[in-house]
Protein backbone atom coordinates (compact mmCIF):
# COMPACT_ATOMS: atom_id res chain seq x y z
CA UNK A 1 0.00 0.00 0.00
CA UNK A 2 1.43 3.19 -1.10
CA UNK A 3 2.45 5.67 2.06
CA UNK A 4 0.18 8.16 0.70
CA UNK A 5 -3.36 5.48 2.20
CA UNK A 6 -4.19 4.54 5.70
CA UNK A 7 -5.48 1.52 6.16
CA UNK A 8 -9.05 1.42 8.01
CA UNK A 9 -11.53 -0.90 8.77
CA UNK A 10 -10.99 -2.67 5.13
CA UNK A 11 -10.81 0.54 3.74
CA UNK A 12 -8.19 3.28 2.26
CA UNK A 13 -7.94 6.62 3.46
CA UNK A 14 -6.09 9.12 1.10
CA UNK A 15 -3.97 11.40 3.62
CA UNK A 16 -3.54 14.36 1.03
CA UNK A 17 -6.85 14.32 0.16
CA UNK A 18 -9.15 12.30 2.14
CA UNK A 19 -11.54 10.36 0.27
CA UNK A 20 -11.99 6.64 0.34
CA UNK A 21 -11.23 3.84 -1.84
CA UNK A 22 -11.42 -0.20 -1.11
CA UNK A 23 -8.52 -1.53 -0.01
CA UNK A 24 -7.59 -4.19 -2.96
CA UNK A 25 -4.51 -5.97 -0.83
CA UNK A 26 -7.15 -7.57 1.37
CA UNK A 27 -8.41 -9.47 -2.17
CA UNK A 28 -4.98 -10.53 -3.59
CA UNK A 29 -4.03 -13.83 -4.82
CA UNK A 30 -7.00 -16.01 -3.39
CA UNK A 31 -8.36 -13.74 -0.87
CA UNK A 32 -10.99 -12.50 -3.61
CA UNK A 33 -12.91 -16.22 -3.36
CA UNK A 34 -12.35 -17.44 0.24
CA UNK A 35 -15.40 -16.83 1.08
CA UNK A 36 -17.30 -18.16 -1.77
CA UNK A 37 -19.64 -20.36 -0.68
CA UNK A 38 -20.58 -22.55 -3.83
CA UNK A 39 -24.23 -24.42 -4.07
CA UNK A 40 -24.50 -27.38 -6.14
CA UNK A 41 -28.37 -28.23 -5.39
CA UNK A 42 -31.01 -27.78 -8.09
CA UNK A 43 -31.58 -24.39 -9.61
CA UNK A 44 -28.37 -23.31 -10.79
CA UNK A 45 -28.84 -20.20 -12.43
CA UNK A 46 -31.01 -18.69 -9.56
CA UNK A 47 -28.54 -19.89 -7.21
CA UNK A 48 -25.89 -17.77 -9.39
CA UNK A 49 -28.20 -14.62 -9.89
CA UNK A 50 -28.88 -14.91 -6.25
CA UNK A 51 -25.21 -15.42 -5.28
CA UNK A 52 -23.62 -12.28 -7.52
CA UNK A 53 -26.22 -10.06 -5.60
CA UNK A 54 -24.85 -11.12 -2.39
CA UNK A 55 -21.11 -10.33 -4.06
CA UNK A 56 -22.10 -6.61 -4.31
CA UNK A 57 -24.01 -6.17 -1.22
CA UNK A 58 -21.49 -6.02 1.19
CA UNK A 59 -19.69 -3.22 -0.78
CA UNK A 60 -22.78 -1.53 -1.80
CA UNK A 61 -23.50 -1.03 1.65
CA UNK A 62 -20.40 1.00 2.27
CA UNK A 63 -21.69 4.72 1.81
CA UNK A 64 -18.00 6.31 2.58
CA UNK A 65 -17.51 4.46 -0.81
CA UNK A 66 -19.81 6.85 -3.12
CA UNK A 67 -20.62 9.65 -1.13
CA UNK A 68 -19.79 12.48 -3.21
CA UNK A 69 -19.45 14.31 0.58
CA UNK A 70 -15.99 12.52 0.69
CA UNK A 71 -14.92 11.62 -3.07
CA UNK A 72 -14.46 12.78 -5.98
CA UNK A 73 -16.64 11.83 -9.09
CA UNK A 74 -13.61 9.88 -10.73
CA UNK A 75 -12.71 8.13 -7.17
CA UNK A 76 -16.65 7.46 -6.79
CA UNK A 77 -16.39 5.41 -10.74
CA UNK A 78 -13.22 3.67 -9.38
CA UNK A 79 -15.01 2.17 -6.53
CA UNK A 80 -18.16 1.60 -8.77
CA UNK A 81 -15.70 -0.48 -11.13
CA UNK A 82 -13.47 -2.04 -8.27
CA UNK A 83 -16.86 -3.32 -6.78
CA UNK A 84 -17.56 -4.78 -10.06
CA UNK A 85 -14.71 -6.41 -11.00
CA UNK A 86 -14.57 -8.25 -7.04
CA UNK A 87 -18.23 -9.40 -8.13
CA UNK A 88 -17.00 -10.41 -11.31
CA UNK A 89 -13.88 -12.60 -9.68
CA UNK A 90 -15.96 -14.49 -7.48
CA UNK A 91 -18.50 -14.85 -9.94
CA UNK A 92 -16.23 -16.85 -12.15
CA UNK A 93 -15.37 -18.68 -9.72
CA UNK A 94 -18.70 -19.97 -8.57
CA UNK A 95 -19.45 -20.28 -12.13
CA UNK A 96 -16.21 -22.99 -12.55
CA UNK A 97 -16.83 -24.47 -8.87
CA UNK A 98 -20.67 -25.10 -9.18
CA UNK A 99 -19.45 -27.22 -12.86
CA UNK A 100 -22.02 -24.35 -14.32
CA UNK A 101 -20.87 -24.07 -18.51
CA UNK A 102 -21.07 -21.03 -20.22
CA UNK A 103 -21.67 -22.78 -23.46
CA UNK A 104 -25.04 -22.11 -24.18
CA UNK A 105 -25.56 -20.03 -21.61
CA UNK A 106 -23.69 -17.11 -22.43
CA UNK A 107 -26.71 -14.61 -22.58
CA UNK A 108 -27.86 -15.62 -19.36
CA UNK A 109 -25.10 -15.42 -17.50
CA UNK A 110 -24.84 -11.74 -19.62
CA UNK A 111 -27.88 -10.55 -18.66
CA UNK A 112 -27.42 -11.69 -15.06
CA UNK A 113 -24.36 -9.89 -14.54
CA UNK A 114 -25.94 -6.73 -16.35
CA UNK A 115 -28.84 -7.18 -13.64
CA UNK A 116 -26.01 -6.92 -10.93
CA UNK A 117 -25.16 -3.79 -12.26
CA UNK A 118 -28.43 -1.97 -11.83
CA UNK A 119 -28.94 -3.70 -8.63
CA UNK A 120 -25.54 -2.26 -7.17
CA UNK A 121 -26.54 1.22 -8.99
CA UNK A 122 -29.95 1.19 -7.24
CA UNK A 123 -28.61 0.06 -3.86
CA UNK A 124 -25.83 2.41 -3.52
CA UNK A 125 -28.16 4.96 -4.28
CA UNK A 126 -31.09 4.18 -2.17
CA UNK A 127 -28.34 3.84 0.63
CA UNK A 128 -27.26 7.00 0.14
CA UNK A 129 -30.37 8.61 -0.38
CA UNK A 130 -31.81 7.40 2.80
CA UNK A 131 -28.76 7.71 4.95
CA UNK A 132 -28.77 11.71 5.02
CA UNK A 133 -25.75 13.07 6.21
CA UNK A 134 -26.25 16.15 9.57
CA UNK A 135 -24.07 18.99 8.73
CA UNK A 136 -23.03 21.05 11.67
CA UNK A 137 -25.51 23.37 11.80
CA UNK A 138 -27.87 20.40 12.25
CA UNK A 139 -29.71 20.38 8.71
CA UNK A 140 -30.14 17.63 7.15
CA UNK A 141 -28.57 16.90 3.93
CA UNK A 142 -29.28 14.79 1.06
CA UNK A 143 -26.74 12.97 -0.64
CA UNK A 144 -27.34 11.83 -4.66
CA UNK A 145 -25.13 9.26 -6.18
CA UNK A 146 -23.19 11.15 -8.54
CA UNK A 147 -22.87 8.24 -11.03
CA UNK A 148 -24.40 8.12 -14.01
CA UNK A 149 -26.52 4.74 -15.12
CA UNK A 150 -25.22 4.97 -18.48
CA UNK A 151 -21.61 5.06 -17.26
CA UNK A 152 -22.36 2.57 -14.20
CA UNK A 153 -23.31 -0.17 -16.74
CA UNK A 154 -20.11 0.71 -18.96
CA UNK A 155 -17.73 0.53 -16.09
CA UNK A 156 -19.69 -2.25 -15.06
CA UNK A 157 -19.56 -4.69 -18.04
CA UNK A 158 -16.15 -3.27 -18.83
CA UNK A 159 -15.01 -5.09 -15.42
CA UNK A 160 -16.42 -8.36 -15.58
CA UNK A 161 -14.59 -8.05 -19.08
CA UNK A 162 -11.51 -7.72 -17.57
CA UNK A 163 -11.93 -10.63 -15.36
CA UNK A 164 -13.37 -13.07 -18.05
CA UNK A 165 -10.83 -12.70 -20.50
CA UNK A 166 -8.23 -13.98 -18.86
CA UNK A 167 -10.30 -17.22 -19.13
CA UNK A 168 -11.23 -16.46 -22.62
CA UNK A 169 -10.60 -19.78 -24.49
CA UNK A 170 -13.47 -21.15 -21.54
CA UNK A 171 -15.38 -18.04 -21.96
CA UNK A 172 -14.90 -17.10 -25.56
CA UNK A 173 -18.42 -16.13 -26.46
CA UNK A 174 -19.32 -14.68 -23.27
CA UNK A 175 -15.58 -12.09 -23.51
CA UNK A 176 -17.37 -10.95 -27.00
CA UNK A 177 -20.69 -10.05 -25.40
CA UNK A 178 -18.98 -8.31 -22.69
CA UNK A 179 -16.49 -7.01 -25.16
CA UNK A 180 -18.81 -6.00 -27.87
CA UNK A 181 -20.89 -3.55 -24.90
CA UNK A 182 -18.36 -1.78 -24.23
CA UNK A 183 -16.76 -0.66 -27.49
CA UNK A 184 -20.20 0.70 -27.66
CA UNK A 185 -18.36 3.95 -26.39
CA UNK A 186 -14.92 4.32 -25.08
CA UNK A 187 -15.13 7.55 -23.11
CA UNK A 188 -11.83 8.80 -21.92
CA UNK A 189 -12.05 9.40 -18.93
CA UNK A 190 -13.83 6.17 -18.04
CA UNK A 191 -11.19 4.46 -19.61
CA UNK A 192 -8.40 6.16 -17.22
CA UNK A 193 -10.36 5.18 -13.97
CA UNK A 194 -10.56 1.78 -15.37
CA UNK A 195 -6.40 1.35 -15.96
CA UNK A 196 -5.85 3.04 -12.71
CA UNK A 197 -8.28 -0.03 -10.92
CA UNK A 198 -6.67 -2.84 -12.78
CA UNK A 199 -3.25 -1.75 -11.70
CA UNK A 200 -4.30 -1.19 -8.22
CA UNK A 201 -6.51 -4.44 -8.10
CA UNK A 202 -5.00 -7.98 -8.31
CA UNK A 203 -6.39 -10.25 -10.81
CA UNK A 204 -3.47 -12.45 -10.73
CA UNK A 205 -5.09 -15.28 -9.42
CA UNK A 206 -8.11 -15.45 -11.54
CA UNK A 207 -8.49 -18.54 -13.98
Not at 186 to 199: E, G, I, M, S
Amino acid sequence: VCHNFFQWCGLLIDTRTCEISLDYTRFSRSKAIDTVVIHRAANEGLNLKKKMKDFVRPRCSQKLLFSSCINGIDKIRLNFYQTCLLCAIKTIHYINGSGITSLNHEQFIYSSACDTIQFAFLLISSKLKNGNMRTVLSHTKIIAFQLEWKDALWLGRHAFFSVFRRSRKQHAKLCDLFCESSRLSNPKDLLAVTRQALQMFPLEGVH
